[in-house]
């Protein structure tokens, strides 16, 4: 089993999304993937809208309708092998509250940027270095994706690690915030799946 967190403002659009969509196109790997706000709301369900964008996405509508928001906490941050937040603020805040988790933070675009530029068999040495561990191989391949962070392409655009916040916008606003998480959630699959595949 390896863990996984996604991190936003108030764990109502952007990282309940995220979660539900890691959760559902991992599967059946042995995920378990949560999610958190640092202003996190106290027992809320997703936004309409985004709800609506999980179940188009391919996340039961059940799924999706069952969520409710958290706050983070420093508790909360110390055992998954993965963190992935939502913007470079969410990142600056995650390694404020909890410093030692700083080399498995990430914003979902960095991570899904950088990843792309790291070579296959690159993440195939690493895991396969790290053992058959589920959680060991995702720290694994958290600890080269971050090592890259110096060498790979920076986008020219800052703003572009950042997952825009649709709270309180059109529908529209979700669907670019769609736009923007979607293909970073498929990069993160991708690369967690290359490096838990089985050598054999």
């Known amino acids: 089993m390896f863990e996984l967190l996604t991190v936003c403002t108030g764990n109502i659009c952007r990282s ?12 059946p790997l042995p995920a378990n993937v949560s999610s958190a706000g640092t202003r ?44 992935l937040t939502m913007t ?28 792309a530029q790291v070579p296959d068999d690159e993440v195939r040495r690493v895991t396969g270095e790290a053992g058959p561990d589920a959680a060991a191989r995702v720290r694994a391949i958290a ?18 690690e950042d997952v ?14 769609a736009a923007q998480l979607i293909p970073a959630v498929d990069a993160v699959v991708r690369t967690l799946r290359l490096g838990l595949a089985d050598p054999r």
């Open 16 to 27: 309940p999304l995220a979660e539900l969509l890691l959760r559902e196109r991992l599967k």
């Open 143 to 160: 600890g080269l994706v971050g090592s890259y962070r110096g060498l790979a392409a920076t986008p020219v655009v800052p703003e572009d």
């Open 40 to 83: 996190g709301l106290r027992d809320a369900t997703m936004t309409p809208e985004a709800v609506q964008i999980a179940v188009a996405s391919g996340v039961a509508s059940a799924e999706a309708q069952a969520h409710r928001s958290r706050s983070l906490t420093e508790a909360q941050l110390l055992s998954p092998d993965l963190i």
């Open 164 to 177: 825009i916040d649709p709270y309180g916008r059109s529908m529209r606003t979700y669907e670019l915030a």
């Open 88 to 115: 470079r603020d969410h990142r600056r805040e995650v390694v404020e509250l909890a410093p030692s988790r700083t080399r498995v933070t990430f914003t979902i675009r960095e991570f899904a940027r950088i990843a």
